[in-house]
């Protein structure tokens, strides 16, 4: 059995995340109640993305894995604390965005967040990659980890909702 | 002691935990914080001190011990940073202190009053299951007390007759961060991955 039961929890815990910080939304939610119930993951549940960001960033600068997880429209409110954090001191964090959105869409609220979240991805820095399954989570995770270990850049893996099932 | 400055109060602070990591706000805060403090991490980022301090102490274990030395201007902007304290402080009460130097003016923007001029701090701070006093004046002791009783501890201070103007750093951002780094690394014993794979 895998950690926590879920494929996705697995994932971050073979990827050596030990603390996941997350305001949650419709397409995550799932998957952090596995992570929450998940004794190899420390989560923490913020009101809001800023304090998300923080948490994990502050987790990180003691070289520990941590993961925030949020809706793209939550970059919207984790903007301030994404810009200073890692354009004026350097200190980046890993990232998994769900996609809100996407193409086929069907909810009017979600269109807004595709239309923000590729230009705030690009002005604040983050490099990005797009996860449409649950088998590309599991590989593409520990290259987000390869990429922010340089030190260099915040890493967003943008997930589309059946990368997280399962 | 009549009242505290934010030199005094600081100068307090190392005198009561000199080993401690410390996350510290901006502006005159910060100024003092590197006197005090040379390896902490002075972010000029208003509304992320608190957070960023409580995920520093979720990354350590004791007898490490990490203060966020937040400021009431930058709290104010980030009052959500709180909703997370109860849940970091049920793993890390024994790591963690947020204290809040509290000037009620807005300093470093041209000594502004705040808005609100008055708030109840400990009323605020409570209403979030948090434990918090008022630090006026007292001992090193008597300090290290209130930040074993207290999860968030305001430290009013009162700069009206500081006459130094506050000079600008000389430790960029990026430079305090890897400082800080540095300093976790020692106090964890666990460095920092290498930031790069080719020799």
Known sequence: ?166 | MDRLTTRSFLELLREAVPDALVVASLGRTAVECAKAFPDSLRLDAMGCVTPVAAGVALAVDEPSFVVALDTDGSLLMELSALAVLPAVLELASERLCVVVVDNAILEASGAMPRAPAKIDWVQLVASFALRAAIFECGSAEALVRALRDNDVLIATVDNRGESEPLQPSDVTGREAAVRFRSALARETGRPQPCPAIKP
Do not use: K
């Open chain 1, 1 to 166: 059995m895998t950690p926590g039961g879920s494929r996705f929890v697995s994932t971050l815990v073979h990827s050596g995340v030990e603390l996941v910080t997350a305001v949650p939304d419709s397409l995550t939610a799932s998957a952090l109640h596995d992570v929450g119930s998940c004794e190899a993951l420390t989560y923490i549940q913020a009101a809001d993305e800023s304090s998300a960001v923080c948490l994990a960033a502050g987790f990180a600068l003691a070289g520990r894995r941590s993961i925030v997880i949020m809706e793209n429209s939550g970059l919207r409110r984790g903007c301030e604390a994404l810009a200073r954090l890692g354009l004026t001191h350097g200190i980046h964090v890993v990232a998994l965005i769900s996609y809100r959105g996407a193409f086929g869409e069907a909810n009017w609220w979600g269109i807004g967040h595709h239309a923000t979240m590729a230009p705030l991805l690009d002005a604040l820095g983050l490099r990005s990659a797009e996860v449409r399954t649950a088998d590309e989570l599991a590989r593409r995770l520990p290259e987000a980890y390869s990429m922010f270990q340089t030190r260099e850049t915040s890493v967003a893996l943008v997930v589309h909702r059946e990368a997280l099932d399962g």
